[in-house]
């Protein structure tokens, strides 16, 4: 079984799709690391010189503004991935929805901006929505011809269209906060120009030129796949775009500041491998999914090696994340800590279930997901507001997670009867990871109490590298004892990236 295993790797790695699946998933890394660490790089320095209250009054803004266009989002660039065959006239209709859709909420969002104002009792929040609505305007002009990189599995050209404008949101923002501006509105400046450069290099980076030209059949065609991506981003902008607007509304734009920084610090990390899976999956899986066989061991594959991958960031930010906050971010960001170690929890949850979400739609079944998000956010309106006046805004944290921890058998089940994956074999990645994991947690636990190191870089500096050592380690030899061929599958796409 084994052999055969081994064989059936090595053709794969030979064949034309798995090199450039395997050049994908080079690019997509590099784009992911370099992101993420340029992300939590200009996060701690900004954390230094801005207060809470800054971040939870961009965190409200980005909250309707993300809210805006995640709710009207008709899922046409989904269904464009996901068909095997488009034509100019789905390009230039999607493009021109787009735009539309763009105006109405720039409008709506100057008109309605007051309101919000009043609500949370800042007249700045009112012009910051304002200035806000550029960045709506910027993002719906982009050039349609983008999701090429996607499809096309072409991520080397993703990867240049999403550092760039990261790279100039985070100068920028810096730059202002530290010389000029030292509040929110050097973070405004830095999304302004983020989308600003989104869309001049959408046009330099891919050659179709939309037309001003809509057909009703072809956005009917699209509509039949997007109305469930539709449906389940309304559920999604609901429910993580809301929270920010209850923190914010009943506990305090401070509070919600912490609750930011907190996601950003943990689960945002982890969510860089989520969208991964979505960057690299989605195209895959869409374009082998009527091989039934092939697409089962495919999702396996990828269950196996993004919680290898994943589960030791989320455990290694859960037993590190008092130690990270002060040496990074210094005593005044302690209330985080609680916040960053249930959210590294729920993120557990979010790595396995991710594979079987974009398992689903890549087939055709966006319904399954969507009624799913349904009943999630069904128990975070049932459980948030007792949870938050139990335990302040760790309530609304564990109200998350709760969420997650009743809806993650749902989608087990779902997976386990329609896609004939036993649960064994589901369950044996998830294990091994899982052990991994935890050794390495206990491994830096005993670190930290038997080790009288004084809390600093160099300190820090040992926690992290005990921590991988550890783990890889450990790993190592648990993938020889329940021959999990994982680290055998990665050198194989390394193989295949070379050759």
């Not at 503004?65 to 999607?94: M, P, W, Y």
């Not at 993004?306 to 210094?330: D, H, K, N, Q, Y």
């Not at 749902?410 to 997976?415: A, S």
Request: net charge positive; hydrophobic share 55%; proline share 3%.
């Amino acid at each position: 079984m084994r052999d055969k295993l081994n064989n059936s790797l090595n053709t794969r790695t030979d064949s034309p799709l798995s090199k450039k699946v395997s050049k994908g998933i080079m690019w997509v890394s590099v784009t992911t690391l370099l992101s993420r660490l340029l992300q939590v790089a200009s996060a701690i320095i900004l954390a230094r010189l801005l207060m809470p209250s800054d971040f939870g009054a961009i965190a409200v803004c980005m909250a309707i503004v993300v809210f805006s266009q995640g709710s009207t989002d008709l899922g046409f660039q989904a269904a464009l991935i996901q068909r095997t065959k488009i034509c100019d006239e789905h390009l230039n209709t999607t493009w021109i929805l787009e735009i539309g859709r763009a105006l109405i909420m720039a409008v709506l969002l100057v008109l309605f901006a007051p309101i919000v104002g009043y609500f949370f009792k800042s007249s700045e929040l009112t012009v910051m929505l304002r200035v806000l609505s550029l960045h709506m305007i910027f993002l719906g002009f982009r050039n349609v011809g983008i999701i090429f990189f996607r499809r096309d599995l072409d991520f080397f050209r993703q990867c240049i269209y999403e550092v760039v404008p990261v790279i100039f949101q985070i100068v920028i923002s810096i730059l202002l906060a530290f010389f000029w501006l030292r509040n929110a509105w050097a973070l405004v400046a830095g999304i302004i120009s983020s989308s600003f450069i989104s869309f001049i290099i959408s046009y330099v980076l891919h050659p179709y030129r939309p037309k001003f030209q809509f057909d009703i059949k072809k956005a009917l065609e699209l509509f039949r796949y997007g109305r469930w991506i539709f449906g389940q981003s309304i559920i999604v902008m609901i429910t993580e775009q809301g929270i920010p607007i209850f923190i914010g509304s009943l506990l305090g734009i401070s509070v919600l500041g912490y609750f930011n920084r907190a996601e950003t610090f943990s689960k945002k990390i982890v969510s860089q491998l989520t969208q991964f899976i979505w960057k690299i999956g989605f195209p895959l899986y869409s374009k082998i999914q009527n091989d039934k066989d092939k697409l089962k061991d495919v999702y396996l594959k990828t269950l196996a090696l993004i919680t290898f991958i994943g589960f030791p960031f989320a455990g290694g930010i859960f037993i590190i994340s008092r130690e990270f906050t002060i040496v990074f971010l210094t005593d005044k960001w302690l209330a985080i800590v609680p916040l960053m170690q249930i959210m590294c929890v729920q993120a557990l949850l979010v790595l396995i279930t991710t594979p079987i979400s974009v398992l689903f739609q890549s087939m055709g079944q966006p319904a399954i997901t969507t009624k799913i998000s349904i009943i999630y956010l069904g128990i975070i309106v049932i459980f948030i507001y007792p949870f938050s006046m139990a335990w302040g805004v760790s309530g609304v944290a564990l109200a998350c997670l709760f969420g997650s921890v009743l809806t993650f058998p749902v989608l087990l089940y779902k997976v386990l009867s329609l896609h004939s994956v036993t649960f064994y074999e589901m369950l044996k990645p998830i294990l091994f990871s899982s052990l991994s994991m935890l050794f390495m947690i206990l491994v830096v636990f005993l670190q930290k109490i038997y080790l009288n190191i004084p809390l600093n870089l160099f300190s820090m500096f040992l926690l992290v590298f005990s921590g991988i050592s550890s783990y890889v380690i450990f790993s190592f030899f648990l993938d020889k004892l329940l021959k999990m061929e994982v680290f055998n599958l990665i050198k194989l796409r390394i193989l295949a990236i070379k050759g």
